[in-house]
């Protein structure tokens, strides 16, 4: 059975950090390309970085830009995001997904066939 599993949310102080996992089991992540999305509540879900499965080329929103590092460890069958500076605004439910790829990533949640379960990232004082 294909399935990831998101880890690493929790509650932080604004400007704090938190690194979320994105594991794999029943597949190998190293043909997949990986997206990071999120839905706050009463939100649309919104993609936030993505990465691709070739040559590890990424992609991030501007709203996370500068402070978000996607990166992957096949070895591993995982995939990290490092999220710095956090803002209130970065609530959310995170949620990594994985779609076969040849050298094609993308941030439209549509292209995406497998999805995690998320996990809760709160950001507050």
């Known amino acids: 059975q294909l399935q990831l599993v998101e880890s690493g949310g929790g509650l932080v102080q604004p400007g704090g950090s938190l690194r979320l996992s994105c594991a794999a089991s029943?597949?190998?992540?190293?043909?997949?390309?990986i997206g990071w999305f999120r839905q706050a509540p009463g939100k649309e879900r919104e993609g936030v970085s993505c990465?691709?499965?070739?040559?590890?080329?990424?992609y991030y929103a501007d709203s996370v830009k500068g402070r978000f590092t996607i990166s992957r460890d096949n070895a591993k069958n995982t995939v990290y995001l490092q999220m710095n500076s956090l803002k209130p605004e970065d609530t959310a439910v995170y949620y990594c997904?994985?779609?076969?790829?040849?050298?094609?990533?993308?941030?439209?949640?549509?292209?995406?066939?497998?999805w995690g379960q998320g996990t809760q990232v709160t950001v507050a004082s």
């Open positions: 997904a994985a779609q076969r790829s040849g050298s094609y990533y993308s941030l439209d949640p549509r292209w995406y066939r497998y």
């Open positions: 990465i691709s499965r070739d040559d590890g080329s990424t």
């Open positions: 029943g597949f190998t992540l190293v043909y997949y390309a």
